[in-house]
């Protein structure tokens, strides 16, 4: 447990809600304290984007994000000639922007603490009941909210339950696309340099907020800086990081580190190795797949970096001593100890429960196969159509059970050979992991070698055949208990299995969450304010500083310059994905190659925080987040910033590339971009 | 254990001897299999310098070898006006080419196995003559052989002193200096970067070999490659690795990971923890230590990735596996098994009894003080000087005695308040690892506390004073024993508390090289020539890959280019160690920036190798080695290549900068570096 300035504890990071700002925290670590005006004109500047985070960065209506939040409108405003994810677009008159479809910005107008009247509103003890009661309190109050206030009004909570709040947004529905670079250029280095650093990608894209078919004209929009990033500076990022963990107690990263991730780890591998057997077949077939590989290499890269922290014992170390500080605080007060004293052996004892039959909820199922899992949605239809909703498994209760259907009365385009080969190595996995006589293998191998027992059910089967699937379903319970389809078949056998399993890790699961839920409010009885909410997309800020780091025995630098990009490309001979785009090699000697082009901070950010400014302490754009270091991952559950660093594009770069490869001068200019280099 | 064709043990790497060329695991790894007249032509080209390796490069007996092994050279023939070190220099015309005092370029000739009759020499019984009787040998064996030949005769031992083999070189000692670059471009990015990768170093000086006042005229030199080293190439080092540790025992890999290196990288944190200190006082302090503060930085970094090896467990169950396989081998023959089936328990018990006192050896003694290590030394005198030769501690054996008298009777300047932070700082560490009521601890704190101890020691002693030491050592023991110099009188009371743990470790070190040559011996019987024995800086031949590997979480290129160096500079805006020099700053348009500076390969080497050259199928110059990345530190004990590399510059980035920097096009032609770029 590492304390600062204001009761600040460092493991919570710093993703701070904007109803509570930590002043006391900011002047002893900065001798920085906004006012509240600054805070008002940094919130009203930030915009909320689906999934992402921006900024209005001009009078108007100039709207900053990366490129990868903007790529849906992109790709919709591309037409059969023009690819603008391939090419990039820049709009040379207003006229030529290109309106957004299911694009809106949301602004944030003001924050409501409404714990208590969420609380009255559940009045039963039937804990089934509670939530319904709390959900619908929930609807009603946005539904009365958003009538009221004409704005669009959405309840959160924080501290995993411990805490709602209403957060109030104006959102502007009409937005449109002003400028994007070329795909390549944004995601420079593609998935191997994804979640890295040194990092050379110019992931920025220009939207503009109309109002009434005009650009917004507004007063608070975020000025650009003239030097941008500067080696040692205070910077915040403005923005709406995803999801976090750091209020998991030790019992539940354990988990997380024992159970949940060496296993999704495995699969990974698993996936990959077959991938890459298929990518062996011939050229055609690694084309098709190869994109697959990266995303699944890039996910295994991702949980091993969420994992490094949970099996660092300095790390967990820290997290051990916060965990004791809390009980200690909680059992000092023979009133607390009362109501959470319990919590924390509570949380424990079910995740060793849910780890008691971990193995089996992993196995058994309809995993590993396309094909099976089509059989088995078969058989879970028949099955559980026949039940009343509330005895449903959850997965097909009210609107589940059409989900479910809708999806099996889909065209699916199964590759036969892959199924069988991801499905044997399913199969083996499962045998290594099972004791011998499990009745799972029992019901899929039948005393057959993983392989054997995969072809068989593979070729055998017909529901990879879609007019096979309506007759099923549409003969109902009989039609299924009657086929005699191999696959059909093996569903069977394995749904009577999976259902208690199923039902035992749905009830602890839901047991957990109302004990978070205890956890959230202890947070408050024993330290008040001042930890920061896990993240729950909602707009936060984060202050850091722009630093240097040590890596792989000598030092990362602060930043990146479009020296680094021309070097990256060339170490590679240019080879896919550290391929230059034609504008990049025709416009190189008109570009002042010492522009910064990324930075990193010590900022807290995570998914979600995409687009987010980075401002300095005027409130100037000094950059745009758009990624975290591989080293930060682990600062999911626990912040550090020894080595943890938030990547950005710097301003300077994003104006040397509009004024000189993209002829987008006029944008520099509406930025304020003044500086040439 | 891995193994490969030929009966290749991985682990052991490949650092081969002239004579036992692996021609069998070659062509099964590569399907390359040199013939006699390559492997002759490529050891002639080959020139070993003092502590270094290079090789001939033109028919007029150019040299090439690294900046760094031609420091010495460089500074000697600077002069008060110009700085080559700073400058670089390039020999306008033949004349201009300066001779470099001291240094020698030795060819080897022939190499033949002698252990036969180094044996036979060997005729006592007794342990400690045997020694002598063998040194004998071996220095009458070469100066029969000098004088025979004329040539320069050394007699080296390999595996650990089971095989012998003579040398022969000739020896050229007309070296004169043609070309170095400017020592920051040959070493730029300085300490941090030192041992990492990607790099990018000019490190590279060329000599030039006279005989009889002309530039030598040779059949044998390495010819220039048109393309350079290219990604997934086979190529050979050819150098002279100084030292490696890859026979040792499980037992004695244990010893250094758990006991010998923990200690070391404490007395550098100690020692860094004091200069930090001493830099903190002003800016003149700061410069002063700075070169100190780097210098054991990277050797810390140095032995931390020594040790990196040692505690990775999947690296360790390796050469487990190697160590049940090689005792198999020897129980399996009964004849073996009486000779050399006790040796690894032999091996581990005296390590286990090093271990047992390793606390009081690490403390007792004269260390922490620089004070303190000249009353130790004035001490010592005294009391070995008045011994038998044979019953001295090793040290003051022979004309040790006259060494130390020697150094006592130096000016030795000595920063006072850095003496009493760094003493200090030892008797704190000391009293942390010593049990209570240690007799070392109460002759030197006598009650006081390590900090009190050390102040009134370092500020009331006179062993810093030059005259104060020159009256005691003519004093000689009886005014040594009247001195109430609370220094000497600390040294007095320490000296009879350290002689039995000096004997004893000395006597097991003894026993512990008798065991390591039995093991020597034993490699033959069990494996024959097949595992290259370690490194003894004696030519090697070894083989590897151009080739990237995984870092970071994305992927080090195979090499660097021109692009790079500018980038890395700009990165940290120029500051040192990654300043450029004006001559770079003010060349570069005139660069192909994309032209390769430094490349990757998997080839095993170790210091000695520097300079060696690095080379393809054709023997032709495709680079020049310089460095290993951090990755390749643990191969010092156990060879792995999945992320250990060497770093070499490149050929075509030598041509690139003699053209078009260095204004030495001449050079390249002599190179017959035929390519423009």
Same mark, same amino acid.
Do not use: L, M, T
């Given at each position: 447990m590492t304390t600062g300035p204001g009761g600040w504890v460092k493991e919570f990071g710093t993703m701070w809600t904007f109803d509570a700002p930590p002043l006391d925290y900011w002047q002893g670590a900065y001798g920085f304290r906004p006012t509240p005006a600054w805070l008002e004109h940094v919130r009203l500047s930030a915009a909320r984007l689906p999934g992402c985070s921006a900024s209005?960065?001009? %009078?108007? +209506?100039l709207v900053m994000t990366n490129h990868h939040c903007a790529r849906s409108c992109i790709t919709a405003a591309s037409t059969p000639d023009s690819n603008y994810q391939e090419t990039g677009f820049v709009a *040379? *008159? *207003? =006229? &030529? =922007?290109k309106r957004c479809p299911n694009m809106y910005a949301d602004q944030l107008q003001s924050i409501e603490d409404i714990t208590q009247p969420i609380r009255s509103a559940v009045t039963t003890t039937a804990p089934g009941r509670q939530v319904e009661q709390r959900d619908s309190a929930i609807t009603a109050f946005q539904e009365t909210c958003g009538r009221e206030t004409g704005l669009m009004c959405q309840v959160v909570s924080f501290y995993q339950g411990g805490m709602y709040s209403v957060y109030r947004f104006r959102r502007f529905t009409d937005v449109r696309l002003v400028m994007a670079p070329e795909g390549q250029t944004a995601f420079f280095g593609g998935d191997p340099d994804n979640f890295t650093y040194p990092r050379y990608d110019l992931d920025v894209t220009f939207f503009r907020v109309y109002e009434n078919g005009a650009p917004r004209v507004a007063d608070h929009y975020l000025k650009w800086s003239a030097a941008g990033a500067r080696e040692g500076e205070l910077v915040f990022v403005i923005g709406n990081p995803g999801s976090t963990g750091r209020l998991l107690t030790m019992a539940q990263m354990e988990y997380l580190r024992d159970v949940t991730y060496p296993a999704q780890l495995a699969g990974y591998q698993r996936a990959l190795s077959v991938l890459r057997r298929i990518a062996a077949r011939s050229e055609a077939d690694r084309r098709r797949v190869e994109n697959q590989i990266f995303s699944l290499e890039n996910s295994h890269k991702a949980v091993t970096g969420y994992r490094r922290g949970l099996v660092d014992q300095e790390i967990m170390a820290k997290k051990a001593a916060f965990e004791r500080d809390f009980r200690a605080r909680i059992a000092r007060d023979p009133a607390l100890a009362a109501r959470f004293g319990t919590v924390w052996d509570d949380i424990a004892r079910m995740q060793a429960e849910l780890a008691s039959f971990a193995v089996q909820s992993r196995w058994y199922g309809f995993g590993g196969s396309q094909l099976l899992n089509l059989a088995g949605g078969m058989v879970r239809m028949a099955e559980q159509g026949a039940l009343p909703d509330a005895e449903r498994l959850s997965q097909y209760r009210g609107p589940g059970l059409e989900r479910v259907r809708a999806q099996l009365l889909r065209e699916v385009p199964v590759d036969l050979e892959a199924d069988r080969l991801t499905f044997t190595a399913q199969l083996e996995a499962a045998s290594k992991e099972l004791p011998a006589g499990d009745p799972y293998l029992a019901a899929v191998l039948g005393g057959r070698t993983p392989e054997a027992a995969a072809r068989a059910l593979v070729d055998g089967t017909? %529901? +990879? &055949?879609l007019t096979t699937r309506r007759g099923l379903i549409e003969g109902g319970a009989a039609a299924v208990a009657a086929s005699n389809d191999p696959m059909i078949v093996a569903a069977r056998n394995i749904a009577p299995l999976t259902t208690p399993y199923v039902k035992r890790a749905e009830a602890l699961n839901a047991a957990l969450a109302g004990k978070a839920e205890l956890l959230g409010q202890a947070i408050f009885a024993a330290y008040g304010k001042s930890l920061p909410p896990d993240a729950t997309f909602t707009l936060r800020i984060s202050d850091g500083t722009v630093r240097r780091y040590p890596m792989n025995g000598t030092v990362a630098p602060y930043r990146t310059t479009f020296y680094g990009l021309y070097a990256r490309s060339a170490e590679f001979e240019g080879q896919a994905p550290w391929n230059l785009t034609p504008r990049w090699v025709a416009g190189r000697d008109k570009l002042d190659l010492t522009t910064p082009l990324n930075f990193v901070s010590t900022n807290d950010i995570i998914g979600g925080n995409s687009g987010s400014p980075v401002i300095n302490r005027d409130g100037e754009v000094v950059g745009l987040i758009f990624d975290g270091n591989i080293e930060s991952l682990p600062n999911r559950f626990i912040f550090t910033d020894d080595v943890a660093r938030s990547v950005s594009v710097h301003s300077a770069g994003i104006i040397e590339a509009l004024r000189k490869i993209y002829d987008a001068g006029w944008i520099a200019e509406e930025l304020g971009g003044g500086q040439t280099r």
């Open positions: 209005f960065v001009s %009078a108007n +209506g *040379r *008159r *207003r =006229e &030529d =922007e017909r %529901a +990879g &055949d």
